[in-house]
């Protein structure tokens, strides 16, 4: 897909996951978690993580904030569970880049093409911390546990 089609689907996302956010709630026991604030804008999220190895097994979020916010959340934790921590840090990098860089390309439909919704928000500057701050509350949730690697 390409830009085009990205800024008729951003709306339309963006509405949906907010309305049905997915994993949405708390892990009653989880191996981390982290809180984020975007006082900008008002957003508080927490996100708790369960993890089996290095794989993250299981993810959730709550809190409140504006519908982007959510809706980064809703749609981080449904790619990211399952995925190992690596996995995700690096998806992490590739969502900051695709909010920030000014760059356009074609998405394909894997993982990425899903986050390439939020291309969207590059429109729109002040929403860029709304977008990525359920990225940077997983980022440290996993940077504050240490992590026993068997490989
Ligand atoms: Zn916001």
Redesign the pocket.
């Known amino acids: 897909i390409n830009m085009t089609e990205i800024q008729a689907l951003y709306q339309q996302v963006i509405l949906d996951h907010n309305k049905n956010p997915h994993n949405f709630g708390e892990l009653d026991h989880a191996d981390c978690s982290a809180e984020g604030l975007?006082p900008l804008?008002?957003?508080h999220i927490n996100v708790f993580l369960n993890l089996d190895g290095n794989i993250i097994s299981d993810i959730r979020f709550n809190g409140s904030?504006?519908a982007?916010?959510k809706s980064s959340a809703s749609i981080m934790t449904t790619l990211l569970k399952g995925k190992t921590i690596k996995e995700a840090e690096e998806l992490f990098g590739k969502f900051h880049d695709l909010v920030t860089a000014d760059f356009e390309e074609e998405y394909d439909e894997d993982d990425f093409g899903k986050l390439a919704v939020f291309a969207g928000v590059r429109e729109f500057p002040a929403?860029i911390k709304?977008a990525s701050l359920a990225w940077h509350t997983l980022k440290s949730a996993l940077d504050g546990n240490s992590i026993i690697s068997t490989e």
Do not use: A, F, L, Q
Request: aromatic share 0%; hydrophobic share 10%; net charge neutral.
């Open positions: 975007n804008c008002g957003d904030g504006c982007i916010s929403r709304c």
